[in-house]
């Protein structure tokens, strides 16, 4: 993957999804939140499995059962695998969207540590040379650096896990609430 910011490409109308997703869950994901994709077609089971942040201002527009939703800070999915593989096959999901946003508390993480091992002590009780430690030990794991490239870099690496689902990296832009594509390349210019 280049260093280069990947480019977003919102989704206003139908005919905004790419050839890749179309007649897909994801499709139907981006339909349902970002125009409204009226009426809802009733679920029994889901179709879509997404993965997303932790965050609680983002949230979904869509209807009921129709996804499982697996939330991690950051949209982090390292060691998850075996709960991807449950909603997979066991909940029988057709297609995989692993969904960034903008704005993400794991983005930038060292900057935070002050406010971390404050908020440790103080608000938690705890041990301020432990809460230096749970900082210096866990922040690497879960700095993510660009959210955008990030969600693309834990989409590649589902696609490579479930080589026979449609897997979309896709970008919640908080300020709007919409979801933006992340593109991945000359495979969405088709």
């Known amino acids: 993957m280049n260093s280069t910011t990947p480019r977003l490409v919102p989704v206003h109308e139908r005919s905004d999804v790419p050839t890749m997703y179309r007649d897909t869950a994801i499709a139907d994901l981006l339909v349902y939140h970002n125009l409204g994709g009226g009426p809802h077609r009733r679920y029994t ?64 993480l060292a900057a935070q540590r002050s406010a971390l091992v404050e908020g440790l002590v103080h608000g938690a009780g705890w041990e301020r040379h432990i809460a230096e430690l749970h900082f210096d030990e866990y922040a690497p794991r879960f700095e993510i650096g660009d959210p955008a490239k990030f969600a693309l870099g834990q989409a590649h690496h589902v696609r490579q ?20 594509i992340i593109d991945a390349g000359e495979e969405m210019r088709s």
């Open 45 to 108: 089971q889901a179709d879509l499995l997404v993965g997303m942040c932790m965050d609680h201002r983002s949230r979904l527009r869509i209807p009921e059962n129709f996804a499982y939703i697996m939330r991690s800070a950051g949209a982090n999915f390292r060691g998850l695998d075996f709960q991807m593989s449950f909603a997979i096959t066991v909940g029988r999901v057709r297609a995989i969207a692993i969904i960034g946003h903008d704005q993400c508390g794991m983005s930038g």
């Open 161 to 180: 896990q479930y080589p026979g689902l449609p897997v979309a990296a896709l970008l919640y832009r908080l300020d709007e609430g919409m979801l933006h």
